[in-house]
C-alpha cells in the first residue's frame, strides 16, 4: 500500500484519472506475457508527457519507490511483473508520432506507440522500418527499445538497436537525458543510445525515441523447402551464406512443429519432413530473381526433398501458412506455452536443434522448435500446464539444460526476448563475472538505489552451471 | 508491499484459504468459471487490439486480457469481487472479436457469460432503467412470442395513433435519458403479425428443390422486422430451398445469456431444438448474426444435460446464416440495380465507377467473430450488377449496439458510434447494410446523430438484395 501523502503527491502531477491504485488496476498490472509469473504493484501510473515522467521519478526517488515501466506487457521474459512492488509506469498515453523528417529519414516518435501503427504509418510515405516482432500488433516502440526486439526479418535488417539512434530518457533522478540525434555517425564519448536500447527499464524511463528509416525493397520473393534429413536443412542456410546470399528470412521448422502445425491447419504437409526451410529474398527484381534461383540449386543440391517457389502473392501466403501458423497451433496443444529463444552460431543450428530434442526425450517433456535458422535464433516451445508442478518442473529442468547446451555451442541464452527475471540466474554462464560486475557498475551509475524495474537482469543468485558431457 | 505468486506453489493453499473467506459473489464466481479456459489464457495481449473498449480507453482492464486476470484473480482469491469488479465485467460488449484473435483459442465469451451469470445472481447495483429494461425483457418479453407481437402491436399503435407524437410534443420523452430518446425515435414500424400470421408455415422451393430449411424468425425480428423476415423468405425459396417456419419456436436467448440469465436461455434453447427437430430440416437458417451465433452454441449451452447433448448437437450443426447458405448452397438468382439507379451521366468505361450506387457493410461481430462469417455477405453484395461495394474501414469493429449494451453502457456505446460513423461517413456510401437488427438500429442511430446531414440508408443485406432480385432470370443462371 502506498502512503497517502505520497498518492497525493503524484496525483497533484499527473491528475486524479490517471493514478490508480483499485483492486483492478494492481491485477491488471501483475503480469505481462510470461506464464506463470504474476506480482501485485502498488499503483498504477498513466504519465502524459516527459516533464509528468520526470516529476513521478523525482517524487519516487524521494521515497525510494520501485518504478517499472510498461508498454503493452507482451515481453516473454518476465520484463514488466513488478516483482518488488511500487509503481507501474504505463505509456499508452504518450503514443504519439512527433516527426518524420523526409530530408534525413528519421522519425521521432513517443514510447507509448504501438509498433504496428508506427510501421502502417511510415510505410503509407514510402518508407520501411523493418524490426517486426511478432506481437508488433499491439507491443510498444518503448518496449520494443527496451527488450531490443527482433522479429524475422533481423537476418539481412537486424533488430531494434540497428534503427535506434536517439533517444530522450528520464533518470532515476528525475533528470532528462538526452542520447544520440538525427546522426549517421555520432563518437561522442560512450554510445548510451545503444546501452539503453535492450536495457529492460533497468536504467532509464525512455521518453522519445529517434529511430532511422530506410527506403523499402521493391519486390519479394517467397520459397518453401522440405527435408528429410536435419543436417541438410542445416547445411542449406550455412551454403546460403556461404554464397554470399544474406536472404530476407530464412525461417526454420522442426518435425514436431510440422506435425503441430499439420493438424492444426490442415496443410497436408508430409510429416516425415524433419525440417521445413522457408526463404524470403527482398529487393530490386533482378537481384531477387538471381537469389531465389540459386537458393533453390542449393536447396536441391542438399538433397531437399521439396522446393516450391511462389509466383504469386496468393502462393507466397500459402507458403507462410506453416510458419505464421507455428506459435497458434502449439499454443493449442496445451494450457501453458512456453517460448524461449536459445540463440547460437547459425552454422551450429543442427547441432543445437538436436540436442534440444534430446533434452526434451531426456525430461520427458514436449518442445517443439521453430524460428529464426538465418540468425540461429531458435524458439524451443514447451507446451505444458502451469497446474502440473511435477511436469513444470521438469520443464525448467530442460531449458536450463537447453541454455546450457547453447551457451556450449558458442551461444547465448537469449536472443531477442530479454533476460528479465526468467533469465537473470542464467546471465552470468553468458557475460562471465566480470561481465556482471561491469553490468552491475552502470545499473549504479545510472540507478543508485536500484529503483527502475528493481529484480531483473540481476538475479539474487546465479545458477551454478553444470556442464554436461555427452559422448 | 507485493508478493510474488508463482502459481504452482501457492494455488492450493490460495483455494483453501480463500473458499471459507470468500464473500457469496466470489464462491459463485468460483463455481461458475471454467478453470482450464482461464488457465489457457497465456496473456501474450494478442487480443488487446481486436477489443473495441480498450481501443477506446487503452487500459489494461478493459481487454479480454485484463478481464480474463480478474476473473482469475477472483477465482484464486487474490482479489474479491467488488463493484469495479462487476462494472468491468459488463463493461465488455461481448462482440468477441478477441476470440479469432486468440491464438490459444480460449472461449472468452463463455468466461464472460459464466462471470455474468455470478453476478447477476448477486447483484443489486443496476441502474433504474437498466433494472426495468431487463425484467421487461428477459422474463415478461422475449421468451414469449405472443407478448412479442402484443407489444409489438401496441408499440405499432403507440407510433400509428398520434400517441408518439403527442408523447414527443409534451416532452415526454424527456422523463426517459437521453440515449433511451434517441433509440426509440429511430425504431421501425412495428408489427402484431408475424410472419407465420402473414406467410403459413410452409414454402416450396422455386424450381428443383436443394434442401429444406427450418427459418429461424428471431422475436424481434419478428415483431420490428417482419419484412425483412417476408423477404428472406422469398429469397431462400427462389435460391432453391423449400423453407419450413417451426411455428413453436421462440426467442433464441442470446439476450439472456450474454447477460447472465442462463437458466432462461436453456430453457429457450430447449423449447427450439425441440421445434425443428420436429421439422426435419436439413438447415436452420438465421438472418440475425446475433441469434445464429448462440443457436449455433446451443451444445455448449446445453452441454451439462446429458439428455439434450445429441439433440444440441444436432441443431448446432444445422445452423446457417442466409448469406452463407446462399452463397455456398443456393442457386443464386441474378441480382441487379433498380431502374433509376443507373448512372447515365458517368461515361467512364471503368464499371466501378460507372456504378450510380454505391454500398458498404457493417459486420455483425457475432456473425464474424461466432459464426466465421465475413466473405459470404460480402461476395452478395459484389454480385449485385450496377452497384460498388466499398469496403468501410474497420467494418469488423463492433458499432457499440452489442445486444441491449447500448440501453445498459450508453457512454461506452455512443462514443463507438461515433467513431464508427467517422468511418461509414467515409466511405460516402448510399447504403450501409447490415446482417443483424440491433446493428441495423444501431447504425440508423449513427446516420441520425452523425451523419452529417448525408442521406445514407441503412437497410439489411437481404431487403437490399431481395428489392433487386431479377426474378425471371433465376432459373438461367444456375451453376
Given at each position: 500500500m502506498l502512503d497517502e501523502k505520497i498518492k497525493k503527491e503524484l496525483i497533484a502531477v499527473v491528475g486524479p484519472n490517471y493514478f490508480k491504485d483499485d483492486a483492478e488496476a494492481l491485477v491488471t498490472h501483475s503480469y505481462d506475457g510470461t506464464p506463470m509469473l504474476q506480482a501485485l504493484p502498488d499503483g498504477v501510473i498513466y504519465p502524459e508527457n516527459t516533464e509528468q515522467v520526470s516529476q513521478v521519478m523525482k517524487i519516487l526517488n524521494k521515497h525510494r519507490i520501485p518504478v517499472v515501466g510498461r508498454g503493452s506487457g507482451t515481453n516473454l521474459c518476465g520484463g514488466t511483473v513488478p516483482i518488488n512492488g511500487g509503481i507501474v509506469m504505463v505509456m499508452h498515453r504518450m503514443n504519439r508520432i512527433l516527426e518524420v523528417d523526409l530530408e534525413n529519414l528519421t522519425a521521432t516518435v513517443q514510447p507509448g506507440l504501438i509498433t504496428k501503427s508506427f510501421i502502417t504509418h511510415i510505410e503509407a510515405l514510402g518508407l520501411f522500418y523493418p524490426p517486426d516482432p511478432s506481437s508488433m500488433a499491439i507491443s510498444t516502440i518503448g518496449g520494443n527499445i527496451a527488450e531490443c526486439s527482433g522479429g524475422l526479418?533481423?537476418?539481412?535488417?537486424?533488430?531494434?538497436k540497428d534503427y535506434v539512434i536517439g533517444l530522450e530518457a528520464v533518470l532515476a533522478s528525475g533528470e532528462i537525458l538526452r542520447t544520440g540525434g538525427k546522426l549517421m555517425k555520432d563518437v561522442a564519448g560512450y554510445d548510451l543510445t545503444k546501452l539503453l536500447v535492450g536495457s529492460e527499464g533497468t536504467l532509464a524511463i525512455i521518453t522519445e525515441a529517434t529511430l532511422k528509416l530506410i527506403p523499402p525493397p521493391s519486390t519479394k520473393k517467397t520459397m518453401l523447402a522440405m527435408y528429410k534429413d536435419l543436417n541438410e536443412a542445416a547445411r542449406t542456410v550455412s551454403k546460403i551464406i556461404e554464397n554470399r546470399i544474406i536472404p530476407s528470412t530464412l525461417e526454420f521448422l522442426d518435425n514436431a512443429t510440422v506435425r503441430v502445425v499439420d493438424d492444426f491447419a490442415k496443410l497436408g504437409l508430409p510429416l516425415d519432413m524433419e525440417a521445413i526451410l522457408l526463404i524470403e529474398q527482398d529487393g530490386d527484381q533482378e537481384a531477387v530473381d538471381r537469389d531465389i534461383s540459386l537458393i533453390e540449386a542449393i536447396c536441391r543440391g542438399e538433397n531437399a526433398h521439396s522446393v516450391s517457389v511462389a509466383e504469386s502473392a496468393e502462393e507466397a501466403l500459402k507458403l507462410l501458412t506453416a510458419r505464421r501458423s507455428a506459435f497458434t497451433a502449439l499454443a493449442r496443444l496445451r494450457p501453458t506455452t512456453i517460448l524461449e529463444d536459445a540463440t547460437v552460431p547459425r552454422s551450429k543450428i543442427a547441432e543445437m536443434v538436436m540436442e534440444i530434442n534430446r533434452i526434451a526425450v531426456k525430461h520427458g517433456v514436449t518442445i517443439c522448435t521453430f524460428g529464426h535458422a538465418g540468425d540461429g535464433n531458435l524458439h524451443p516451445t514447451a507446451t505444458t500446464d502451469a497446474r502440473d508442478s511435477e511436469e513444470i518442473h521438469r520443464v525448467e529442468a530442460a531449458f536450463e539444460e537447453i541454455f546450457e547446451a547453447a551457451i556450449r555451442l558458442g551461444g547465448t541464452i537469449t536472443g531477442e526476448h530479454g533476460v528479465g527475471l526468467v533469465k537473470s540466474p542464467f546471465l552470468e554462464w553468458k557475460v562471465g563475472e566480470a561481465g556482471i560486475e561491469v553490468m552491475k557498475g552502470i545499473k549504479h551509475a545510472f540507478d543508485p538505489h536500484n529503483l527502475l524495474n528493481p529484480g531483473k537482469i540481476f538475479a539474487k543468485q546465479s545458477r551454478k552451471r553444470v556442464v554436461l558431457q555427452h559422448g | 508491499m507485493a508478493k510474488t505468486m508463482e502459481r504452482n506453489d501457492t494455488a492450493a493453499s490460495q483455494k483453501e484459504a480463500s473458499l471459507t473467506k470468500l464473500n457469496p459473489l466470489a464462491q459463485k464466481l468460483k463455481l461458475n468459471l471454467n478453470e482450464d479456459q482461464l488457465t489457457n489464457c497465456m496473456r501474450c495481449g494478442f487480443c488487446l487490439p481486436a477489443c473495441p473498449t480498450f481501443r477506446e480507453t487503452?487500459?489494461?482492464?478493459?481487454?479480454p486480457r485484463g478481464r480474463i486476470a480478474l476473473m482469475k484473480a477472483v477465482a484464486d482469491g487474490i482479489m474479491s469481487p467488488d463493484e469495479v469488479f462487476e462494472e468491468q465485467m459488463n463493461h465488455c460488449l461481448g462482440c468477441r472479436a478477441c476470440e479469432p484473435a486468440c491464438p490459444a483459442d480460449v472461449k472468452y465469451g463463455q468466461l464472460i457469460e459464466q462471470a455474468r451469470d455470478a453476478i447477476e445472481d448477486h447483484t443489486n447495483s443496476h441502474r433504474w432503467w437498466v433494472k426495468s429494461v431487463r425484467g421487461v425483457v428477459f422474463k415478461q418479453l422475449f421468451p414469449k412470442q405472443n407478448r412479442m407481437r402484443l407489444a409489438g402491436g401496441a408499440l405499432q399503435l403507440y407510433q400509428r395513433s398520434g400517441l408518439r407524437s403527442l408523447a414527443r410534443g409534451a416532452g415526454l420523452m424527456k422523463l426517459f435519458p437521453e440515449h433511451l430518446r434517441d433509440m426509440e425515435a429511430i425504431l421501425p414500424d412495428a408489427s402484431p403479425k408475424g410472419i407465420v400470421q402473414r406467410m403459413g408455415t410452409h414454402h416450396r422451393a422455386k424450381g428443383e428443390k436443394i434442401a429444406t430449411v427450418g427459418m429461424f424468425r428471431g422475436c424481434l425480428m419478428d415483431v420490428m422486422f417482419t419484412e425483412t423476415n417476408v423477404k428472406t423468405v422469398e429469397l431462400l425459396s427462389a435460391a432453391g430451398f423449400e423453407v419450413i417456419i417451426p411455428d413453436s419456436q421462440g426467442c433464441c436467448g442470446a439476450l439472456h445469456a450474454h447477460s447472465g440469465e442462463t437458466s432462461g436461455a436453456k430453457k429457450l434453447a430447449r423449447q427450439n431444438i425441440e421445434a425443428f427437430k420436429a421439422a426435419n430440416v436439413d438447415y436452420i437458417v438465421s438472418n440475425a448474426g446475433g441469434c445464429g451465433a448462440i443457436l449455433t452454441e446451443y451444445d455448449h449451452l446445453l452441454h451439462e444435460e446429458a439428455e439434450w447433448r445429441e439433440d444440441a448437437a444436432w441443431f448446432a450443426n444445422r445452423v446457417i446464416d442466409i448469406s452463407d447458405l446462399l452463397v455456398r448452397h443456393g442457386r443464386l438468382p441474378f441480382f441487379s440495380e433498380l431502374a433509376g439507379e443507373t448512372n447515365k451521366q458517368n461515361k467512364s468505361d471503368d464499371a466501378a465507377s460507372k456504378a450510380a450506387i454505391r454500398i458498404t457493410y457493417q459486420d455483425s461481430c457475432h456473425l464474424r467473430n461466432v459464426m466465421r462469417s465475413s466473405n459470404a455477405p460480402r461476395t452478395l453484395m459484389r454480385q449485385v450488377e450496377g452497384v460498388e461495394f466499398v469496403e468501410m474501414h474497420e467494418a469488423d469493429r463492433c458499432c457499440g449496439s452489442a445486444g441491449i449494451y447500448n440501453i445498459t453502457q450508453p457512454e461506452m456505446a455512443g462514443q463507438l458510434l461515433e467513431h464508427k460513423m467517422e468511418n461509414a461517413n467515409a466511405t460516402a456510401a448510399h447504403y450501409l447494410l447490415t446482417s443483424n437488427p440491433g446493428c441495423l438500429l444501431q447504425m440508423k442511430l449513427g446516420v441520425q446523430k452523425h451523419g452529417c446531414g448525408t442521406q445514407m440508408k441503412v437497410e439489411h443485406i437481404v431487403d437490399f438484395l431481395h428489392e433487386r432480385m431479377v426474378e425471371k432470370q433465376a432459373a438461367s443462371t444456375i451453376s
Open positions: 526479418r533481423g537476418l539481412k535488417y537486424g533488430t531494434t | 487503452g487500459l489494461e482492464a478493459e481487454s
